[in-house]
């Protein structure tokens, strides 16, 4: 059954809603037949896929690029796009133009909008427009170059009445969700136990309504530095290697092709073809 906001708001207090972030329509037909409820469209595609250090050189149209694929698999999947850096800061012609684009032209189902409080104005108009909402609070990765690294929010009392007071203030602005990243577990719990919408978690403790990880993070396919709060369900990486290998020896040592697999022996379709 296909996922929807509607669907996905009714979840809350029933199960905890399973999210992943992805980027491709291969990746988005997995997740789909696993049963994953939602897939966002995130930023992080900057850091993971494209090789940026951070989010916020990813561009409207790159979200759009990578939506588009996600909706051409046709999960059952709510498909989600982030807004990317400082467009939800614009007058909101811009900002509902962005959404317009995502949800139109992309094929997304759902935007996600980092920001708080300070952006509930603007969030409160596109949800009258008919823009689902979901908000994003905690840690803000598009804020990096401000913030000067990336830390946990909510550890002080100051701090986390703030980080309430932003998720009340989406929650009356009508997101249909949260994500509430690298934030204080206890607050985390607080807030999933206040609003009446579904707080999804990334480095936010277990007692959120759901949690989200990157693909590459869950799959084992991110080289490198993994965030402590991430798990690997898989070691696709190492097979990714594996097959690589594999296929630089029979090449080199002439075992690949063979004559079956040179020879053409049925029509091949024409999107089986080229490089």
Known sequence: MKTTTH????????RPIVAVTAYDAITARYAGAA????????DSVGNTLLGFENTVPVTLDMICHHTAAVARA???????????FAEAHYDFERILGACQRLMQSA???????EGGAELAPQIHRLTDAGVPVCGHIGL?????????????????????????????????AGVFAIVLELSDATLARRISERVKIPVIGIGAGPDC??????????????????????????????????????YTQAVRNRTFPSKPEGAATAPIPPQATGV
């Open 35 to 42: 049963g994953v409820d939602l897939i966002l469209i995130g």
């Open 209 to 246: 309504d759901g949690q989200i990880l990157v693909c590459t993070d869950l799959l084992g396919l991110t080289p490198g530095y993994v965030p402590s709060f991430a798990r690997a369900f898989a070691a696709a990486g190492e097979e990714y290697r594996r097959g690589f290998e594999a």
């Open 7 to 14: 669907t996905l708001r009714k979840l809350k207090n029933q």
């Open 74 to 84: 046709k999960p059952d999947s709510l498909i989600a796009a982030d807004v990317p």
């Open 140 to 172: 803000k990765p598009q804020q990096v170059y401000a913030l000067g690294r990336y830390k946990k929010f909510g550890q002080s009392p100051e701090e986390a009445e703030a980080i309430l007071a932003d998720a009340l203030a989406l929650e009356q």
């Open 107 to 113: 094929g997304a189902e759902a935007v996600k909008i």
